[in-house]
């Protein structure tokens, strides 16, 4: 097989989690569960275990340590923010994407990754979507399948829009340039279609999974999506369009469905146990690491930790914002996350290990020898977060501080219901969203939406490290741009502005 194009070519590579590969590239990353073409299709049991390869692909190693998975993104997305700080530029990882050049560059590494892996999950949900009605199992069991898979690929349509597009602006055409729809198995190139065109395909596919998912038996477990977790990433998808209305109910209706099946706002000692456990009863959805499907320098952990014993973490742990951290209450549990003397025994560091002020301990590793950790994608706060937010931007003040205060006072027992409203009230919702979901992957598309700038001023970010500390809203740098190998073997592709 000759690769023609990346989407094309990550429909039939990443295929090899159903298919056997043709040959060893990019996405030839077959998991422990991998099987045959010839039976994949054949019963509803294969094509599970299908899904669960398709699940894999969100956590195994790429093409470098950089590279591991949904991982690797979350970490993109906070790079590119001003609440997560660099000390010093450490072993390099990640750091000329936190100066904003690794995204504008059409030969970074990482600007491929991010597409290549993207449309890789695209290709593998496409194959489970087409499969799965001529396979032998129950409607009910055909239903949950497909319903996971049409969420996984609304999933990755929404991150690529995000990512590589201009930000969606409610009330207008949406006509600027989004990103290729692929919703078919058959090999083609495609143009990248609107803004407006990829919002509808997503709507239109977690519309679907949420019928497919209605009604489902209980998951097995937390790796993989159900209702409540199809229903929050819908919540999210409308807070991205500004569609305040839909994302409050959406959110209400997700977390409601999540406390009926049993999860719940974690306690004070969950919060500082590490953020490392599938059991948190708050986590709606996240993977669970286990010794055969490590990551070691690919992990999260090896970046985001402030235990595992990697030169990254040695020479440069991951820091909050001072000016962000100085807004979070002295009673609020978060507050404990990070060390703001930088002198803390209480924060555990490897062997030679540095310590900078305002380090965070959020994140712990299994151990200073080894990087494994579970991982959040989705957790029952953010939930309460974005029906909180959707309420305050509709002018629904009463009913958004209620649906802070129930977050706010799990965090911090000394919490008084808000009596700010409008402007104020949004200030404050949005302060506890970036203490809540710090090192969680969402600050830089939470500017993008908001049409906010870029703003590191005033706070712990180094000059030498950062390099860059203002751009301003709507710049041409919240786009990434599309990487030189599609647009050398796609010429329906066109360039984001350079």
Not at 98 to 114: I, M, N, P
Not at 411 to 433: D, F, H, W
Request: charged residues 15%.
């Amino acid at each position: 097989m000759k690769r023609k194009y990346i989407y094309s070519f990550c429909a039939l590579m990443a295929a090899s989690v159903i298919l056997p590969s043709c040959k060893k590239d990019f996405l030839d990353t077959a998991p422990t569960d991998q099987v045959s073409s010839a039976s994949v299709f054949t019963t509803t049991a294969n094509a599970a275990a299908a899904m669960n390869g398709a699940y894999r692909l969100m956590y195994t190693a790429y093409a470098d340590q950089g590279q591991g998975g949904e991982s690797s993104v979350m970490i993109d997305m906070d790079m590119m923010g001003e609440d997560l700080v660099n000390p010093t530029t450490g072993n390099g990882w990640f750091i000329n994407v936190y100066k904003y050049t690794e995204s504008r560059s059409v030969t970074g590494a990482q600007t491929l990754f991010v597409y290549r892996y993207y449309y890789g999950l695209i290709a593998n949900a496409n194959a489970i979507i087409e499969g799965i009605d001529g396979a032998t199992g129950t409607d009910a069991e055909k239903n949950v399948i497909r319903g996971e898979a049409l969420a996984m690929r609304a999933y990755a349509h929404f991150k690529l829009v995000q990512v590589y597009a201009e930000r969606y602006v409610a009330g207008g055409t949406n006509a600027q340039l989004g990103v290729p729809i692929n919703i078919t198995t058959k090999v083609e190139k495609l143009p990248r279609a609107t803004v407006s065109a990829v919002y509808t395909q997503i709507n239109k596919d977690l519309d679907a999974a949420i019928t497919n998912l209605t009604n489902a038996p209980a998951r097995l477990n937390k790796s993989h999506i159900n209702l409540s977790v199809a229903q929050g990433m819908k919540a999210r998808v409308a807070l991205a369009m500004q569609d305040y209305p839909s994302a409050a109910t959406l959110a209400a209706q997700a977390r409601t469905t999540a406390l009926s099946s049993s999860i719940a706002l974690m306690t004070n000692a969950n919060y500082t146990a590490g953020f490392n456990l599938l059991t948190n009863p708050e986590w709606m959805w996240g993977i669970s690491q286990i010794a055969d499907q490590g990551t070691f320098f690919y992990s999260f952990f090896a970046y985001m930790s402030v235990n595992f014993n990697s030169t990254n973490i040695r020479s440069n742990p991951k820091c909050i914002n001072s000016a962000l951290y100085n807004q979070i209450a002295a009673t609020d549990i978060r507050k404990r996350l990070w060390d703001p003397t930088g002198s803390d025994p209480l924060f555990t560091i490897p062997p030679s290990g540095v310590r900078f002020p305002y380090m965070n301990r959020k994140f712990l590793a299994n151990s200073s020898s080894n990087s494994y950790g579970d991982l959040a994608f989705m957790r029952l706060g953010e939930m309460y977060l974005i029906e909180a937010e959707a309420l305050a931007r509709q002018g629904n003040d009463a009913a958004a501080q209620t649906a802070l205060f129930t977050l706010a006072v799990n965090r911090n027992p000394s919490y008084v219901k808000s009596v700010n409203t409008g402007a104020a009230l949004i200030n404050e919702i949005m302060i506890q969203r970036r203490a809540e979901l710090w090192g969680e992957g969402f600050r830089f598309t939470d500017l993008k939406r908001l049409n906010l700038p870029l703003n590191r001023n005033g706070a712990n970010h180094q000059a030498s490290v950062a390099t860059v500390f203002d751009i301003p809203a709507g710049d041409n740098r919240f786009q990434w741009v599309i990487p030189q190998t599609e647009i050398t073997s796609n010429n329906l592709i066109v360039q984001n502005p350079i």
